[in-house]
């Protein structure tokens, strides 16, 4: 472990924090309004990409935020798509 994976795992698993509280926010709501679930799904597969890229780097501390923010990140894709298909409301791409 170093400064840098540790300040990285920092900042990934506090977004994965934030992300989370979006999908309380859109749990409260309901609804969707104002958010691209094409960016949310990129942002996904980002995740998805440094949960293979970390490991690779040695950055063992870096992979288990990205595990927070990766999992928030697919949370809120499948909590989009639900609240679009209980309410039939478009995604905004």
């Given amino acids: 472990m170093n400064a840098a994976d540790l300040v990285n795992a920092g900042f990934e698993a506090g977004g994965g924090l934030f992300i989370l509280n ?3 926010v859109l749990y409260k709501d ?6 691209s679930i094409v960016s949310t799904i990129f942002f996904s597969m980002w995740g998805a990409w440094n949960l293979y890229y970390y490991p690779s780097l040695d950055q063992w501390i870096s992979f288990y935020g990205g595990l927070v923010i990766t999992f928030a990140n697919m949370l ?3 909590m989009m798509i639900h609240y679009y298909k209980k ?5 905004t791409l």
């Avoid at 309901?30 to 958010?35: A, D, F, P, R, T």
Wanted: charged fraction near 35%; glycine fraction near 12%; proline fraction near 0%.
């Fill in 30 to 35: 309901k609804e969707l309004k104002g958010v």
């Fill in 76 to 78: 809120w894709v499948g």
């Fill in 87 to 91: 309410n039939k409301t478009k995604i």
């Fill in 22 to 24: 979006h999908c309380r």
